[in-house]
């Protein structure tokens, strides 16, 4: 089938990395993306996220533009779509939900095997190509839905019951022995910097973030998996790389607690993968996404300092300078621990760039804790 999608990407470099691997899954389907501003695509896939309100309800709102008016079948997947399955199906111009429970690239592929042998014809998006109602309402073979997500709401009222925090199950570990990530792309389409996901999952629960019941399962890719795929990314032309993953100190681990890690000799793991990735030939620049005190070790900022094709930028989040508040957080560090950890970084790189978050208003936060 010759057609036109349109994807939509929210939220992080994860979920931009794993839109590139959708967008290679539709084109090779002889799908093709729909050009800015023509209004005429066949399908649609919005890659949610959750990560706030905000963005949840920024999803929505692309959902329903891309949908134009209910005449194009759009597919959710992401964060968002693990988190509110439920309210995502009940949507008439949502057609598939795909959450991070299901293997979203295979069951793309399913999806469209089927629509572009028997592409519907002004048919309504909730309806499968053979004219049935769309699998997913009804949990047929081809599709498995993520986790049910919020509970329906009567009314307009809200109970603590109702609370999205208090309700929302945890996606099933249901392959935890598979700790390597086996997914990869061939290019980063637009984009002259190409982000390469190294990692997923996040078991640590700060208070405030929703990830961990979205994507419990920490995982990593092997170093020689890596390797391979920062080599085909050079060959597609993008000489700059940055390493990125929902947890990305907890690389080779199969937990982002730290107090679990115990104490090896040597070279962290990520240390180890960043040294290797510095060989590969046309690679000129080398960045890593976000780290917390604890990942910057002696031996990366050694790998850092000493190895060309690394920049030297580091985005150390610090959420809040209140050790009470980063209690109640839930970090995994104190502030003597990040201010430590920015005296190492400027001791072994030279004029290093530091970028941070910090979060304000966080409930039960004071003016002496905000000072």
Known sequence: MTGQYRLATLGCKVNQYESQRLREVLESFGLRPAQDGSGGWDLALVNTCAVTAEACRKSRRVVRRLSRN?????????CGAAAEADRWRRLDAVTAVYGHDADVCAELRKFLSVWTSEPPSGEAPNRSPSGSERPDRENKGWMRPGPSGLPARSGGSSTASSDPILTLPLV??????????VERIESFAGHQRAFLKIQDGCDAHCTY???????????FKPIAAVVDEARRLVAA????????????????????????????????????????LCDVDGLERLRLSSLEPGDVDASLLDVLATRKPCVPHL????????????????????????????????????????????????PGETDADFE
Not at 332 to 354: N, S
């Open 315 to 362: 985005h150390l989040p610090l959420q809040s300078g209140s050790e009470r508040i980063l209690r109640r957080m839930n970090r995994q560090y104190t502030r003597d621990d990040f201010l430590r950890m920015i005296d190492r970084v400027r001791a072994a790189l030279d004029r290093p760039a530091i970028t941070t978050d910090i979060i304000v208003g966080f």
């Open 209 to 219: 973030c929703i990830i961990p019941r979205l994507r419990p399962r920490v995982r």
């Open 172 to 181: 099933k570990k249901e392959s935890q022995k598979e700790l390597h990530l």
């Open 70 to 78: 209910g005449t194009v079948p759009v597919i959710v997947v992401g």
């Open 237 to 276: 032309g993008h000489r700059e790389i940055i390493l990125t993953g929902i947890f990305l100190g907890a690389y080779g681990r199969t937990t982002a607690l730290r107090k679990r890690w115990g104490r090896r000799s040597g070279r962290s793991p990520l240390a180890r993968l960043v040294e290797a």
